[in-house]
């Protein structure tokens, strides 16, 4: 799984009733074929627990294509193996 990251505003771990992802309209996030207004969407909270599981992350590379800086920031990505394969919706 790779992240890129898009806006780094406010950016903070993801929590449990805080945490919801949005889409909008600048994203341009479409069918195929482009036959439908773009998506504008936001999730409900992350609920639940992170519970025992067998899998585990065994690395998490960062990568900055520009090298300019230390920090994450706008198209920064963060690639992370885990020690077998996930179930993906």
Not at 22 to 32: G, T
Not at 33 to 54: E, H, K, N, Q, R
């Amino acid at each position: 799984m790779s992240v890129t990251v898009r806006d780094t505003t406010g950016a903070a771990p993801p929590l449990i009733s805080v945490f919801s992802l949005s889409i909008s309209a600048s994203a341009d996030l479409r069918n195929f074929p482009s036959t439908s207004y773009p998506a504008v969407i936001s999730s409900p909270l992350l609920g639940g627990d992170f519970g025992p599981s067998p899998i585990t992350i065994v690395s998490i590379v960062a990568a900055d294509a520009t090298d300019l800086n230390n920090v994450y920031s706008v198209d920064d990505v963060m690639t992370i193996t885990f020690s077998q394969a996930h179930p993906t919706p």
